[in-house]
C-alpha cells in the first residue's frame, strides 16, 4: 500500500491532501466533517483501504490547509475538492463525505455526474429548513465551547496547521453551515444525483434528523439509507465495524468500469 501527500496552490492557498491504501484500487475520495479534518476519518481506513485508493483531502483551512482570504461556503468547497482532484489527474471517482464533507458530495454528484462513480456520505444535511433545530446550535457556537468539548482535535489543529487562527476559521465555518443560498446546501440539486447513493445517518444523530433524512430519500428515490443503530452524529467514530463494512459492500455492489480507475 502506498502513501504520498502533498499541497496544492489554488486562489491564493494551499490544499493538503493525502494518498493511502491500495494504488491500484478504485480510487475513494475522502472527505471528513466541519471543524474536522482527514484524521477523522482514519478509523474506516482499515475497512477500506485493502482494496481502494483513498484520496483524503483536507477542507480550506481544516487540518493542515491554510484558510486563505475568500470566504468559506459549500460551492467553495467544492470547487476547491474538484480542483485539487483535476490537479492530480483523478478522472473519476467514489465519495465518502462525513457531515460537511457528505454535503460537498452531493453537490460535486449533482453536477458533476460524469466523475462520480458511487457517492456515500453520513450525517449529511440535504437542506436547512427555517425551523431546523440546528441552526440554533450553530448561532449558539463559540470557539471557546469547541475547544472545551472537542480539546485533542482543537490541540491537533494547533500542532499541524502552519497558520493556525481557531476563532476565525469557526467564525467561517458558522457561516458555511448558516447559509441558505445557492453557495450552500444542495437542496433540490440533490434530484440531479444519478449514481448510486447510500446516506447513512446514526440513529441518535441530533443534527441530522430522521425526518429529514426520510425528506432525502424521498428526493432520491433509488438511494440506499441505513440508519446506524447505537451511534450519534460520527457514527463512524462510534461504530468504525459495521459503518466501514457497509461502505465496503456498497462499493463492492457498484464497482465501476475498471478503465475508469485513474492509477497514480
Sequence with gaps: ????????????????????????G??????????GSQHDLLPLHPYLAPDYHLISIDFRGH???????????????????????????????????????????????AQAPEKVSCLMTLGAHW??????????IFNGL???????RFADDVAAYHASNPEPDFPKLVDAVKNVWLDTTTSGYPFELVKQIRCPTLFMRGDNDFLFSL??????????????????????????????????????????????????????
Design 1 to 24: 500500500m502506498g502513501s504520498q501527500q502533498g499541497y496544492i496552490e489554488i486562489n491564493g492557498t494551499s490544499l493538503y491532501y493525502e494518498f493511502s491504501g491500495n494504488p491500484n
Design 26 to 35: 478504485e480510487p475513494l475520495v475522502m472527505l471528513h466533517g466541519g471543524l
Design 63 to 109: 487540518g493542515k490547509s491554510l484558510l486563505g482570504d475568500l470566504p468559506l461556503s459549500y460551492l467553495q468547497y467544492q470547487q476547491d475538492i474538484q480542483y485539487v482532484l483535476n490537479s492530480l489527474g483523478i478522472e473519476r471517482y467514489s465519495i465518502f463525505g462525513f457531515s460537511d464533507g457528505g454535503i460537498v458530495g452531493y453537490r460535486i454528484a
Design 127 to 136: 437542506r436547512l429548513a427555517p425551523d431546523d433545530p440546528s441552526i440554533s
Design 142 to 148: 463559540t470557539a471557546d465551547f469547541w475547544a472545551q
Design 211 to 264: 425526518d429529514e433524512a426520510v425528506s432525502l430519500k424521498s428526493q432520491m428515490a433509488e438511494a440506499a439509507f441505513a440508519n446506524i443503530p447505537m451511534t450519534a452524529h460520527a457514527a463512524h467514530q462510534e461504530s468504525p465495524e459495521l459503518v466501514g463494512n457497509m461502505l465496503h459492500r456498497f462499493l463492492s455492489q457498484h464497482k465501476s468500469d475498471p478503465t475508469h480507475a485513474t492509477s497514480i
